[in-house]
């Protein structure tokens, strides 16, 4: 029944590593997010795809990178991984309509050591 | 982006309602006003949104002041379940990304 699911739900992992997290949705959307939430809670956009493209990427280092094999994924693969990445990253979907609302996962908890 | 701005925190009895006010004086003609709250471990939840008239759904009501400067999210009766950071959210049309703010952190005392 979970509409926007993300694995892992927790992710521990070294310095330098490389890492991905997943993201499904079963609602029909034609659009997915990638937010991040730092340690002081603040949530901000990182990309936004529609329909597999890439239509927003806000200035987000190249060490990631989203993959979307089709409508209803949304992949987000992180390169060898600094301590700043350390954050909750929620996944998010929408209808490409003005003013649909977006649902969003529950999170994936990274921490760096 | 319009600013918009939040009391750092609130709080609130179960079963009373509550008025969240958002302040937004910058708005601009036909940026719509979204709410959406956080409740703990979970990730962010639409709760409503509106451009001019007052809005109404399950979960709230949402009230628009007539030069919409600025809006209230009024929870009917509020639950402990309604503890979570409400987002107060400046969206215009066609905008793909939500930008957040710092919320209003809502505390319900049994």
């Known amino acids: 029944d979970t509409a926007v699911s993300q694995t892992p739900k927790y992710l521990v992992t070294q310095m330098g590593n490389d890492k991905s997290i997943k993201c499904e949705q079963n609602?029909?959307?034609?659009?997915m997010y990638w937010y991040k939430q730092d340690s002081k809670k603040f949530l901000k956009i990182m990309f936004s795809y529609n329909n597999k493209e890439l239509i927003i990427n806000e200035t987000v280092p190249n060490r990631f990178s989203p993959k979307s094999p089709d409508k209803a994924h949304l992949n987000l693969h992180i390169n060898s991984l600094e301590l700043g990445d350390s954050a909750v990253y929620f996944c998010?979907?929408?209808?490409?309509?003005?003013?649909?609302?977006?649902?969003f996962g529950d999170g994936t908890r990274l921490s760096i050591l | 982006d319009a600013k918009t701005t939040q009391p750092n925190s609130m709080e609130s009895n179960e079963e009373e309602p509550v008025h969240l006010p958002c302040n937004h004086s910058t708005i601009s003609g036909t940026d719509y006003i979204h709410w959406y709250r956080q409740l703990p471990s979970q990730g962010p939840e639409y709760v409503i949104h509106?451009?001019?008239s007052n809005v109404n759904n399950r979960m709230a009501s949402l009230a628009i002041a007539e030069d919409r400067k600025s809006s209230t999210l009024i929870l009917h009766r509020a639950t402990l379940r309604d503890a979570a950071v409400y987002y107060c959210?400046?969206?215009?049309?066609?905008?793909?990304?939500?930008?957040f703010g710092q919320g209003t952190r809502l505390t319900i005392n049994p």
């Open positions: 998010a979907s929408s209808r490409v309509l003005v003013g649909q609302p977006q649902h």
């Open positions: 959210i400046l969206r215009a049309p066609g905008a793909q990304k939500l930008v």
């Open positions: 609602l029909g959307h034609d659009t």
């Open positions: 509106g451009l001019t």
